[in-house]
Every structure is written in C-alpha cells, then in structure tokens.
C-alpha cells in the first residue's frame, strides 16, 4: 500500500514541476505561431471554456477547498490505491492551475489550437488532468466488462 501512496505523491510532484516550469517559459516571453497551433501566453480567470471567470477571486479559495476535499474523499474512499498515477496527474494538473490563481493574474494557458475552428487554449496541466480521468474511466470499464464475464 505504501507504494501506490509513493507513486501518487511522485506523480502530483513531477506533473507540478514540468507544468509550471514549461508555464514560465510563456511568461518569460516564448511564443511561436504556426498554421494549425499558436504557442502563445494567455491567461484564463475562469476554468475550462473561461467558465466561471465572473467568480473572480472566490475561484481560486473555490477551487482550493474542492481540491482539498477530493484529497480527503480519494484517501477516505482508498481510490488512491486503486489509481494512483491517474490520481497523482489529476492531483498534479489541479495543483498547477491553482497555484497560477495565486501568482499571478489567471492560470496560464498556452496552446490554441485554430485549424478549421477555434478551439480552448489549453495547457500541460489540462492534458494531466484529462489524461488521468481518462486512465480511471478505461479501468473502469475494463473491471466492469470482467465483473460481468464472471
């Protein structure tokens, strides 16, 4: 059991530090334009889709206290020890966006994608969280498929 808690520590740690690390490279200034995906710094006061940006300030103590009770649920329903890296990349990914609502004046978004339609800018953390509720979901259904084979 201690292991699966290593792994989901590990992960939330790393996707952090590689977020916010490619993060700062936008806010220092890289920006590379191309024909179907610009690379460029935008900063989203809202979540997914800039949905709930009229919160303003309430987001981020909002969101805190959501991110604080999946932690509390994910250890109290032992979900941890059934998907702890999906959990570490979703834990990772949240935690980087969250902390852009402290520092600085939205969380970082970077890549848009504009090839036939406008697409949400996004980011590395995004990508984390949606892979790892992507990874449970999979799971899941496997297990569910094996369950009704019995």
């Given at each position: 059991?201690?292991?699966?808690?290593?792994?989901?520590?590990?992960?939330?740690?790393?996707?952090?530090?590689?977020?916010?690390?490619?993060?700062?490279?936008?806010?220092?200034?890289?920006?590379?334009?191309?024909?179907?995906?610009?690379?460029?710094?935008?900063?989203?006061?809202?979540?997914?889709?800039?949905?709930?940006?009229?919160?303003?300030?309430?987001?981020?103590w909002i969101q805190l206290a959501l991110?604080?009770?999946?932690?509390?649920?994910?250890?109290?329903?032992?979900?941890?020890?059934?998907?702890?890296?999906?959990?570490?990349?979703?834990?990772?990914?949240?935690?980087?966006?969250?902390?852009?609502?402290?520092?600085?004046e939205g969380v970082v978004?970077?890549?848009?994608?504009?090839?036939?339609?406008?697409?949400?800018?996004?980011?590395?953390?995004?990508?984390?969280?949606?892979?790892?509720?992507?990874?449970?979901?999979?799971?899941?259904?496997?297990?569910?498929?094996?369950?009704?084979?019995?």
């Amino acid at each position: 059991m201690m292991k699966k808690i290593l792994i989901f520590i590990f992960t939330t740690i790393v996707i952090f530090i590689i977020d916010q690390y490619i993060k700062e490279k936008f806010v220092l200034g890289y920006d590379l334009k191309g024909s179907c995906i610009d690379f460029s710094l935008h900063y989203n006061k809202g979540v997914a889709f800039s949905m709930f940006a009229f919160l303003g300030e309430y987001l981020k103590w909002i969101q805190l206290a959501l991110i604080g009770a999946i932690i509390i649920f994910i250890f109290y329903d032992k979900a941890v020890y059934n998907y702890p890296l999906a959990l570490g990349l979703i834990l990772g990914g949240a935690i980087g966006n969250l902390y852009d609502r402290f520092i600085r004046e939205g969380v970082v978004d970077y890549v848009a994608w504009h090839c036939g339609f406008d697409f949400a800018v996004f980011n590395f953390a995004d990508v984390m969280i949606d892979l790892g509720v992507a990874i449970i979901l999979l799971f899941s259904i496997i297990k569910q498929k094996e369950k009704n084979r019995s």
